[in-house]
């Protein structure tokens, strides 16, 4: 299953707070897309996987938004 | 076999927390982290917003922390909840609007009920006694203890020799003799320890980690609370404390006047829910009103937008009126002389 979360116009750690209480709903494998206008999530947010062990299979930006999706670990 | 115990460790991202965790980890305690997040955190936010921060590289500090712990973080979510710890400070506020010593018994207690829902078994916090001259005193410990619920399941491992013995001592669950007794203002023993430890990047922030210490942001939530007339605010209230310049002319309306780029793409996204400014015929900030301006007073605000742009020596500029709802007309302004805006003006 993915799912999308739209974190626009929040500022971190919002966008890791939302990612986080999101996670906590999904199961072992399923992906998210968090879509985010803060920069800083393309530091927090895999931060955050690596030490709660999740896993980012992809990060990009583009124009002022930027997407990372993850994947939930087990 | 022994049971390992649990504790959860306030990480605020700074050194002393990270040391406090550290030196439990050390005696074999599974070690989680928490970070409570009240709006006022200084973490991230400015460098989200503008232009000229964005080259400097950028991380949570708490993230950081806990990761380098190689331990869990929890962030929580205390907005609201928060509120009613800075509307109403029982032990009031500090040098400026913050409620230190109520801020640390509330996320005491919320780290209280979280062990209480998570089955682990004590509370760890970087307190240094003489710390801080509102929330670490000798004095305000036991406080802190008592008013949080916490009581002796309240580990401070930096100064825990210092103040009687909390249960996770008497139980033997970490050894007293092992823990330390630093005191006052100094950073030596801290860095000795880090040294010792091999933690060599921390972050070091000045003036605390809340914008409630600082004397321009608390000028600017007073502001706010008057003008309302009442002490209740918003998340986005909060941020938007946090960019541009702040002028009110007059009692019942403000203006945010963007001083960059980054703060003007912020806000951007405001643009439904405040009237806002923006000068068509030379370049110049986004402006955004608070309050309920006249006519007349959006006359006044478009000559002093027109003051911050690049038309500040024009006889007259075009200046885009933008309503909440969207519809935009333009007026045609001269531009408020640099020396005639009142220094009781700026926020």
Redesign the interface.
Known sequence: MREVLNAR?L????P??RT?DKVKQLQPGDQLEVIC????VM??IP??C???GHKVLESSSGG?EYIIVLEVGG | MKQQRKAIALISGGLDSMLAAKTVMEQGVHIEGI?F?TGF?V???T???RERD?AKP???N???V??QL????????VIEEYKKVLINPKHGYGANMNPCLDCKIFMVSKAKQWIVENNFDFIITGEVIGQRPMSQRKATMPIVAKESGADDLLLRPLCAKNLPATLPEREGWVDREKLHDITGRSRKPQMAMAEKFGIDDYAQPAGGCCFLTDKSYSAKLVDLWKARDSKDYELDDV?LLKVGRHIRPKAHFKMIVAREEGEG?FMQ?YKRDYISMLCTSHSGPLVLLDGSPSAEDLYLAASITARYGQGRDAEQVDMAIMEKDGSERTIQVKPLAVDKLPEEWLI
């Not at chain 2, 190689?70 to 979510?77: A, F, P, Q, R």
């Open positions: 116009r500022l971190c750690p919002l890791v707070i986080q206008t803060d920069p800083g530091q927090d931060a955050w690596r030490i709660n002022h | 970070n997040f955190c973490e991230g936010h460098h989200g917003i964005k950028k991380r949570n708490s993230l950081w806990a990761e190689g331990i869990k973080l929890h962030i929580v979510d941020m793409r996204g």
